[in-house]
């Protein structure tokens, strides 16, 4: 081949290569062309997405002050808002709705046509004081520049039917709570007027006048400068408003610059006499609002006693009206509407007047008391002291007056008589139906006791069984009449361990019972065996490990009003009587006698309540906390009385580490004279 044709076939192979090459060239130079546009889109739709994320993420958290950032300066200017002005915005309609808890769901970014722009979407609920609002669809555009990302804003943004500069407005229908009355429909929480002080800020004058007006409030009304500060500087005050303080009397003695408004509210007429069991009412927390959507930021729910334990009863639901409106106020679309419940009263058996003098009586000792209509097992009276004012709790306290309650040593926030004792001397009564039952206990067979003291035998070491008065020979009346430990003692050990426990099994141990308080169950000892002969003993006079409530306690002791039958305790008047048998009738009509003569014997440790002349029979008894024989412990006073004649009531009253020379029986005669002319 010559020269020429050699040449001219390298250049026909050069440009086959070269027209092989091209097309991959292009493949190539156009899938990294596509591979980096890719890349960018996907950084870009990283962005929208986080913005998006953290616009949500803000309303969840009532922040508005970060959205402006997140907003395109461009899309506030076109909707006649700057910065401030949208912050405002949503700060009033979150705020004026009660806006809680602002969760998105299905949060959508796709790329739209725009090479610029991203679509987004998502559906939007949140609770507010009517309830919660659902399905809320949002639809936008965010655009992006490098690596920001900017949402393009409209009022669309806050609900999905708004626009220019529409207005969110709330009517609320406040739902009426439900009262708690007593058996005879007399109120132990009510709805009536309040007077709330507050400031009108314009009056208080400037500079120094002002500050020496604010103190003569504060001085008066005790409270504290420093809240009526703080008070005064909410952002929404302003000179003419009226900024409430707390709940006072009505006084036309006013410092300048105070003002009192009439207000309903909460009331308690029986204040602290009532205020374990009846409980008060506390503001709704971001926390209840999370547990119960429904509630609202605005309203209060029963924070203790029967006030929280029956707040879903009580509350009701508010009715009431979300609205988008125009600039003119005209209706432009229904957000959330709500027809108003009323919450439902709620009546107990409780005897409001022998409530009153039940805590009266206790005369601010610690302490509680408990009343029952045996034979239905109403319960009457459900005191405990000290105590504390369930008004203030409710409208308003001062952080020095609820740090005095809380400091107190005698605990006024605990209740009594859902707190578990020893049961002392007044246990013997069962203990004593046990052994008659058993047949271990002969009620006209004496024992022979020597001395103020007395142990089984040397095994038990430095253990002693004490008892107060020494009588040489005892029967089972005259071991009532004098409360003798060592007679209960020795008939507990001659009974034995399996016959006693059996015999209290038949009772309440261990169980719950149906009352709207938290409690522990009753219990015989830690464990399911005594282990040793010094706490059979021990537990057969009231001590021991034995632990009961004074609910518990007068429940138990209903057996001797009832011929033998228990009947477990109600506190709603509407609710059916439960029962059980668990002696047989002639053994409490034997201890009946016996603890009539409590009362009528002189020698009875009860005998000071003859003096009343009413028909009662009664046991007495004294638990002593302490941790070696030899000390002085704490001393808990018991009495345990009912009306002997009729049955028509059943008291059980405790000092919890009583007083020199204070007994429950000395507290009782007042509360007794009363049930006796009622029941």
């Known amino acids: 081949m010559n020269e020429s044709r050699r040449n001219k076939a390298v250049g026909i192979s050069k440009r086959k290569w070269l027209w092989l090459l091209l097309p991959l060239m292009i493949l190539l130079i156009g899938g990294s062309f596509y591979g980096y546009q890719t890349y960018k889109t996907n950084q870009h739709l990283a962005a929208a997405k986080k913005t998006l994320t953290t616009f949500v993420k803000a309303l969840n958290e009532n922040e508005f002050d970060a959205l402006p950032q997140l907003m395109t300066e461009n899309s506030l200017t076109d909707n006649a808002y700057d910065d401030a002005q949208l912050v405002e915005k949503y700060q009033a309609i979150y705020t004026g709705i009660g806006a809680e808890n602002y969760t998105a769901d299905d949060l959508t970014v796709t790329k739209s046509n725009n090479s610029q722009t991203y679509d987004f979407s998502y559906t939007a609920s949140m609770s507010t004081s009517l309830g919660e ?71 208080l004058g400037t500079g120094d006048e002002k500050t020496a007006n604010i103190k003569a409030i504060a001085e008066q009304f005790n409270v504290t400068e420093e809240t009526i500060n703080t008070a005064l500087s909410q952002s929404w005050v302003q000179d003419d408003y009226f900024v409430p303080l707390t709940i006072v009397d009505n006084t036309a003695d006013l410092p300048t610059g105070a003002s009192i408004q009439e207000t309903t509210g909460r009331r308690y007429p029986l204040g602290e006499a009532a205020a374990q069991l009846i409980g008060y009412l506390g503001n709704v927390t971001a926390e209840d609002i999370e547990n119960n959507p429904s509630l609202s930021s605005n309203s209060q729910i029963g924070r203790a006693g029967l006030e929280a334990a029956y707040d879903d009863t009580l509350r009701g639901e508010n009715g009431g009206q979300i609205t988008i409106t125009d600039e003119e106020g005209t209706e432009k679309e229904v957000l959330l509407a709500k027809d108003r419940q009323d919450g439902a009263d709620i009546q107990l058996t409780i005897d409001q007047e022998a409530q009153q003098i039940a805590f009266d009586a206790l005369d601010g000792q610690a302490g509680a008391t408990v009343v029952t209509e045996p034979k239905s097992g109403d319960l009457l009276v459900l005191a405990s002291s000290p105590s504390y004012d369930p008004n203030l709790m409710t409208n308003g306290i001062s952080q020095e007056a609820y740090e005095a309650y809380e400091n107190d040593e005698k605990l006024p926030f605990i209740s009594r008589f859902t707190t578990a004792y020893a049961p002392g001397s007044t246990f013997k009564t069962i203990t004593s139906a046990i052994g008659l039952e058993n047949s271990t206990i002969d009620p006209e067979q004496s024992m022979d006791i020597s001395g103020l003291k007395w142990q089984k035998d040397s095994s038990w070491g430095d253990y002693y069984v004490t008892r107060v008065t020494e009588v040489a020979s005892v029967n089972l009346q005259q071991a009532l009449v004098y409360s003798d430990n060592i007679y209960m003692a020795q008939q507990t050990l001659a009974m034995g361990e399996d016959a006693f426990r059996e015999g209290l099994s038949s009772l309440i141990f261990g169980e719950d019972l149906d009352l709207p308080f938290s409690m522990n169950a009753a219990q015989i000892s830690n464990e399911d065996t005594f282990n040793s002969e010094i706490l059979l003993a021990d537990t057969g006079y009231g001590q021991g490990e034995l632990l009961m409530n004074p609910i518990q306690q007068a429940t138990t002791y209903s057996v001797f009003a009832n011929q033998g039958k228990l009947v477990y305790p109600k506190l709603l008047l509407d609710a059916e009587t439960k029962d059980k048998e668990v002696f047989k009738s002639d053994t409490i009509a034997q201890i009946n006698d016996d603890l009539q003569a409590v009362v009528s014997d002189a020698n009875g440790t009860a005998h000071t309540l003859a003096s009343l002349g009413i028909p009662l029979a009664a046991k007495t008894g004294t638990a002593e906390i302490k941790d070696t024989q030899d000390e002085q412990g704490q001393e808990n006073s018991f009495l345990f009385a009912f009306d002997s004649e009729d049955q028509g009531y059943l008291l059980l009253s405790m000092l919890d580490d009583r007083e020199e020379g204070q007994s429950a029986t000395k507290l009782a005669p007042d509360l007794l004279t009363y049930l006796a002319g009622k029941y």
């Open 133 to 203: 609002l659902t399905a809320l669809t949002y639809k936008g555009t965010i655009s992006v520049d490098g690596t920001d990302a900017l949402i393009e804003w409209s009022p669309e943004m806050i609900f999905p039917s708004m626009s220019g500069q529409d207005k969110v407005s709330i009517t609320v229908d406040t739902a009426t709570r439900g009262e708690i009355l007593d058996r005879n429909n007399q109120p132990l929480a009510e709805n009536g007027t309040l007077y709330q002080l507050g400031i009108i800020p314009g009056e």
